[in-house]
């Protein structure tokens, strides 16, 4: 059983920057492509960014585009997200997932990934 586990999250004023890490257990981290949902208080779960299984690929949301970089490290199982020039309005709690399927291309909707982690909290301040 896969398990993902967020971390990194916090306070931090408007401005500045996080960087959230995603560690996941088990051999099979490298054969699937990677994501980075959040969700807000009253809000629905919504897309941030995703990662080929590689790495070479990215996409983002376009609300981080440009304030925002995912990456990952296939040696350590682990995906990032640094967050930068961060808004009031970037404050949620912050989930990785696992694609469900070890396919090509990214998703942005959350029933296509089927492993998530417990959620970092990031809060910005204005």
């Known amino acids: 059983q896969v398990q993902l586990v967020e971390s990194g999250g916090g306070l931090v004023q408007a401005g500045g920057s996080l960087r959230l890490s995603c560690a996941a257990s088990g051999r099979t981290f490298s054969s699937y492509a990677m994501g980075w949902f959040r969700q807000a208080p009253g809000k629905e779960r919504e897309f941030v960014a995703a990662i080929s299984k590689s790495g070479t690929t990215t996409y983002y949301a376009d609300s981080v585009k440009g304030r925002f970089t995912i990456s990952r490290d296939n040696a350590k199982n682990t995906v990032y997200l640094q967050m930068n020039s961060l808004k009031p309005e970037d404050t949620a709690i912050y989930y990785c997932?696992?694609?469900?399927?070890?396919?090509?291309?990214?998703?942005?909707?959350?029933?296509?990934?089927?492993?998530w982690g417990q959620g970092t909290q990031v809060t910005v301040s204005s």
């Open positions: 997932a696992r694609d469900r399927e070890p396919r090509v291309g990214l998703r942005i909707l959350a029933y296509e990934y089927d492993r």
